[in-house]
């Protein structure tokens, strides 16, 4: 056959091939490819001689195309190549698996201590802090109830009354709280020379009904001299209400301590305003101590 023949058209089922079954026209299509020829070129490394003898006149038919179409190719070949060291087919079309460096095995090998000891160390900065806002809060128990360092001011704490870690308003150093319930003790150097702590009780509770509060209409409902634990004190109290359905009326009391040799502030907060948390609030003012 020379180099230029062409090999016999596909046509219709109706047409040449007639009712001929795919493998027939397989047969007769391969058995163009195969025919002997002159060409004295030898087949590439690898594969078998009586089926590439077409591979220098057609550069562009590889292994595959000397099988029938859309069929894998023969096990006995595939294993003649592979006992000689030639890669299978899917080696030769897609590549053969590289094994990884040695770099990279060992960075694999470090990845899984660093990762556990990652773990460990944050494992171990919560504990910390944990144990150390305990250590806190004990530190400063007195009997029932407990202690703001700052101050040097104990407070009991009611049932259903538990210890905050970090007070809610900057400046307080305690906070003790019971559902919408808060009060709050802090040191505070606001307080001039000579000042009453009528006056200050007055400032402190504008300040505070504005920061907190955001009542519509605010009335005060006590005003009165409070001295407890040593000190000389005021106590404010105001009730806050709002336009609204939604919000509830809030209650906020708030008292002033001045000594001779520190002073301090306490504010409490219910909202939404309820007679047993008033009650619980004025027990806690009221069992205010001065710790050594």
Not at 10 to 30: H, V
Not at 262 to 278: K, N, T
């Amino acid at each position: 056959m020379d180099d230029d023949e062409i090999p016999p058209p596909r046509r219709s089922r109706r047409g040449r091939w007639g009712n001929r079954t795919e493998d027939q026209e397989a047969d007769e299509w391969n058995s163009w490819l195969t025919e002997e020829s002159d060409d004295p070129s030898p087949p590439p490394e690898g594969l078998p001689a009586g089926r590439n003898r077409l591979s220098a006149r057609f550069p562009g038919i590889g292994r595959p195309s000397f099988v029938r179409p859309y069929s894998d190719p023969d096990p006995a070949d595939v294993g003649d190549a592979e006992s000689r060291g030639v890669p299978p087919p899917s080696g030769r079309w897609y590549g053969a698996a590289v094994q990884p460096a040695a770099d990279d095995e060992d960075s694999a090998r470090r990845r899984g201590p660093r990762f556990y000891l990652l773990v460990v160390l944050t494992a171990g900065v919560v504990a910390a802090a944990a144990f150390g806002g305990w250590w806190y809060i004990s530190s400063g128990s007195n009997g029932d109830g407990q202690t703001d360092l700052a101050t040097g001011i104990g407070y009991p704490v009611p049932d259903g009354w538990h210890t905050e870690l970090l007070p809610p308003v900057t400046g307080f150093t305690t906070a003790v709280r019971s559902g919408g319930a808060v009060l709050m003790i802090g040191p505070t150097s606001a307080i001039p020379d000579g000042t009453k702590p009528d006056k200050m009780a007055v400032e402190l509770t504008d300040l505070y009904s504005g920061l907190l509060l955001h009542g519509d209409k605010v009335d005060v409902v006590e005003d009165r001299p409070f001295n407890v634990a040593g000190f000389t004190g005021h106590s404010r109290s105001v009730l806050a209400k709002y336009r609204d359905v939604v919000n509830r009326p809030a209650f906020m009391r708030v008292l002033v301590l001045t000594g001779t040799e520190r002073d301090a502030v306490v504010v409490a907060l219910s909202q939404p305003d309820e007679p047993g948390l008033r009650t619980d609030i004025d027990d806690i003012m009221s069992g205010l101590s001065l710790d050594p």
